[in-house]
Structures are given as C-alpha cells and as structure tokens.
C-alpha cells in the first residue's frame, strides 16, 4: 500500500489551460505539504495545511490554489499554465510534531 | 529564515570508497536537520535525522551524520559505497518545534558511482 500517491504521475499540457494534481495518504498524519522541484532539483515548500487549514503559504502565484477536503487528501490546481510552471510536484505528509516528511513520488508538469 | 547550504553539487567515488557530503545549515534556535536521498524518478525517502541527543546519528543503508553546532554542519558519511547508492543527496532544516513548519532543502549533491 502506497503511504502518499499523487496523480497523475505525468502531465503535458498546453499554456494557458487549466490541471489539477491530487494527493491522498494513508498514514494518518495531519499535516500535508505541496512542495515544487525545478530542473535543477532545488526543492521549495509551496504550501502546507493542517487538519484542512492552510498553515504556509509560500510567494506563490494565486494561479495555484491548494484545497484540501479532509486531512487525508491535499490536492493542488493550477489556473493559466505557464511555461515556467514546468517542474516536478511532491505531496508530502508529517505528523505534527514530528517533523519528517514522508514524500509521494512526484507528478511531473510539462507546459509546452 | 533558515538556510542550507550543500557546497558540492556534484561527487564522484568509486564503488567500495568511503564518502562524506557536506552540509551546512543557518537557523537561529535548535535545528531539527535530515538527510533525504532520491534516486531517479522518484520521491525522496529520509535516511536519518537529527533532534537531540547523542550528535553521531545513524541512519538506514549504512548512512551516519555528525551534528557539529560549532560548525553549523550536518555531513552525512558511508564507510563503503555501493553502485546503488547513486542518487540525489538533500540536506534538510526543520522549522518550529520537530521540523514540523516544513522543511528547508539545500540544492543537492548529485552522488556519482565509479565501477
């Protein structure tokens, strides 16, 4: 059993629609994050939410807006793609308090 | 804000050499430090971490880390790599009380494996 799946796993797309990616863990955590990794594999925290409330919200374009319908899903929604939209996704899940982050394995975005 | 710094982006060791890949931190309180491997394709699993206690940490695949707070450093080491080690190494600082504010990544050190 996967602990953290996101779908889809990969995304091509034009610029200028609109995708959304989701995530779903079974390990019971209450805090989920969406993290974005760019060609280069710098990772940079996009937005965390606890127990369905938002926690951070990095300086991310309002083009992306993360819901989350239960404490076990975290899904991300991205308006108006943009070429520089083109990275890789991670959802990731913590038990507050605990600090380690548990990791999906990523949905690649391709803008053309 | 918190910072790491991970000053080689890449290594290259040769199977069966003993390795260590530096990482230096910036937090103002008690850092809460990890170490998280990926390899191709994949999402990044953690290999040890560091809250409190004893400074030498261990880790799974044979991995350690050394807490130097004089330092500011986190250096991961593994006595005898394996080609399967090949992979994508990321220094990680925790904010609030565990790390649980998100975590800080350096860039990576991008591990190379010599046969």
């Known amino acids: 059993d996967t602990a953290v799946s996101q779908t889809p796993k990969y995304l091509v797309t034009q610029m200028g629609n609109d995708k959304s990616i989701k995530c779903e863990q079974n390990l019971g955590h209450d805090t989920m994050y969406w993290y974005k990794q760019d060609s280069k594999k710098f990772l940079k925290i996009m937005f965390s939410y606890n127990n369905k409330e938002l926690i951070i919200n990095e300086t991310v374009p309002n083009r992306f807006s993360p819901k989350s319908p239960d404490k076990a899903h975290l899904n991300l929604h991205i308006n108006s793609l943009e070429l520089g939209d083109s990275a890789v996704y991670f959802c990731?899940?913590?038990?507050?308090?605990?600090?380690?982050?548990?990791f999906g394995e990523g949905s690649r975005l391709t803008v053309l | 804000a918190q910072s790491v710094t991970q000053p080689d982006i890449h290594i290259t060791v040769s199977e069966g050499a003993s390795l260590e890949l530096r990482c230096n931190y910036s937090?103002?309180?008690?850092?809460?430090l990890f170490w998280y491997v990926q390899s191709p394709g994949q999402g990044l699993q953690l290999l040890l971490k560091?809250?409190?206690?004893?400074?030498l940490v261990q880790g799974i695949k044979g991995f350690e880390a050394e807490f130097k707070r004089s330092q500011s450093s986190f250096n991961l080491r593994k006595p005898s790599v394996h080609w399967s080690d090949a992979a994508e190494y990321f220094c990680a600082v925790g904010a609030g009380v565990g790390g649980a504010d998100g975590l800080t990544f350096g860039k990576g050190t991008h591990l190379i494996i010599q046969p």
């Open positions: 990731a899940s913590s038990q507050q308090g605990v600090g380690e982050l548990f």
């Open positions: 937090y103002g309180a008690t850092p809460y």
């Open positions: 560091y809250f409190s206690g004893d400074t």
